[in-house]
């Protein structure tokens, strides 16, 4: 038997519904696949040549486990430029992916029974990950004619004697909600006031839509910088999913103790792979820029293209490349005899029928919605949208 703590977590769901598409994709099915999570542009050429030369010159063998020294002062260099921030390296932890980076700082921070307030629809690994560090999710729901934003008084409403950390991440995903300074002020003075950390997960930092400008909670609050850690990677902004490569940085005592869990986990992130990240940081501000450009073209496509689908409504993502449609509309329908039932039971006829992967808004705590990728071809995108509303049609 597994222990306990590992029956009180699931397999990423999104992961489930990936590997059955490329599984479907594997037996040369055509599957039109709106689930993943990651850009499909190439890794920017700069990129690819600083890993080239770092494995030309051999620099292939263990780093200091927290990161090398160039990339923790570029890591400090981008927070100073691009939001405001100091840190010095000790206060920066470099980590394979930000996920990795999440779980260190999470499990640094929480102790059993300490609650941890999410706001949901949210990122699937965020309970989980508090799970295994023995502590408790508590949602707070945010709501789809907020846009998704979570309101300052349901966030004080929720805060308990137990309350440790607010797990904030914008652009979210899903939901593509993105704060603004006025907001996160709000937000902010509330977790300070009640001694609450923070951690920002930053990662879709870049890919922010209509002109918005991105600011950090602990820029927006300076005294709540003390308690905030930031985590933030390279996988969404530069297209890097498969190098591993993420960060955290907050106060020196958390980013130790989560170096310290680090050090007998993962070890350091990939040795040529943190001298790229230098210069993912330092010289690709406009492949980042085209690439996001390309993101908007291509939400707009989708928001389009879903509004004309009768019996969904889908609001308008901020950031990030996600967008969540409501199909609480088709969740009392049958295929076939067939009950939908549940946003699970939608997603899975999708798959069979269209030939269409999507990820079930129950996975991310949004039961009337879907998640669908726009990190794909507008060729695809034409066609997912095509199957979707061929296959919605059909239901009864
Ligand atoms: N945070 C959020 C909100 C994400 O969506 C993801 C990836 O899907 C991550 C963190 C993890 O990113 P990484 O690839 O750096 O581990």
């Known amino acids: 038997m597994p222990s306990e703590r590992a029956n009180q977590i699931q397999l990423s769901p999104t992961m489930r519904i990936a590997a059955r598409a490329l599984a479907m994709k594997a037996q040369g099915i055509d599957v039109v696949d709106f689930s993943v999570g990651e850009p499909d542009f190439p890794t920017p050429e700069k990129i690819k040549k600083a890993a080239k030369q ?11 486990n927290d990161g090398i020294p160039e990339l923790r002062q570029a890591i400090c260099r ?38 941890v307030i999410i706001p949901s629809p949210c990122w699937v690994s965020y309970p989980d990950q508090v799970r295994l560090a023995k502590g408790n999710p508590v949602f707070v729901r945010t709501r789809e004619e907020d846009g998704f934003h979570l309101r300052a008084r349901d966030l004080a409403e929720a805060i308990t004697p137990n309350t440790r950390v607010l797990i904030l991440n914008y652009p979210c995903n899903p939901t593509g909600a993105v704060y603004t300074r006025e907001e ?14 923070v951690i920002a997960d930053e990662i879709y930092e870049k890919l922010i839509y209509d002109g918005r400008r991105f600011t950090s909670i602990a820029a927006a609050v300076p005294a709540l910088a003390k308690q905030t850690v ?20 907050g106060p020196r005592e958390i980013i130790a103790a989560a170096s310290k869990i680090q050090s007998h986990n993962t070890s350091n992130a ?24 390309e993101f908007e073209r291509r939400r707009n ?23 969540m449609p409501n199909v609480s509309r088709f969740l009392d329908k049958e295929f076939s005899g067939s009950p939908v039932r549940n946003t699970y039971g939608l997603a899975y006829y999708l798959l ?37 509303s061929d296959a919605l049609a059909k239901l009864e």
């Not at 977790?191 to 950390?197: D, F, P, T, V």
């Not at 949004?366 to 949208?385: D, K, V």
Request: hydrophobic share 45%; charged share 25%.
């Open 78 to 115: 981008k927070l100073e430029r691009e939001n405001g921030l100091r840190f010095s390296p000790d206060e920066v932890l470099v980590s394979p992916g930000a996920k990795a980076a999440l779980f260190c700082v999470v499990m640094a921070l929480v102790d059993e029974g300490d609650d």
């Open 230 to 249: 930031i985590i933030n990677g390279f996988s969404k902004a530069f297209s890097m999913t498969g190098w591993r490569l993420g960060y955290a940085a």
């Open 301 to 323: 496509l989708v928001i389009q293209g879903l509004s004309r689908i009768p019996g969904l409504s889908c609001p308008v993502p901020e950031g990030a490349f996600y967008a």
């Open 54 to 64: 770092a494995l030309d010159a051999n620099f292939t063998k263990y780093t200091a």
């Open 184 to 197: 996160l002020e709000e937000i902010g003075e509330i977790c300070r006031r009640e001694g609450i950390w």
């Open 352 to 388: 069979k029928e269209a030939k269409l992967a999507v990820v079930p808004g129950d996975a991310f705590m949004a039961p009337e919605h879907i998640r669908i990728s726009f990190a794909t071809s507008e060729e695809r995108i034409r066609e997912g949208l095509k199957r979707l």
């Open 270 to 293: 990939t040795s040529f792979v943190q001298k790229a990240g230098v210069v993912a940081l330092e010289e690709c501000e406009l492949e980042v820029e085209r690439m996001r450009v």
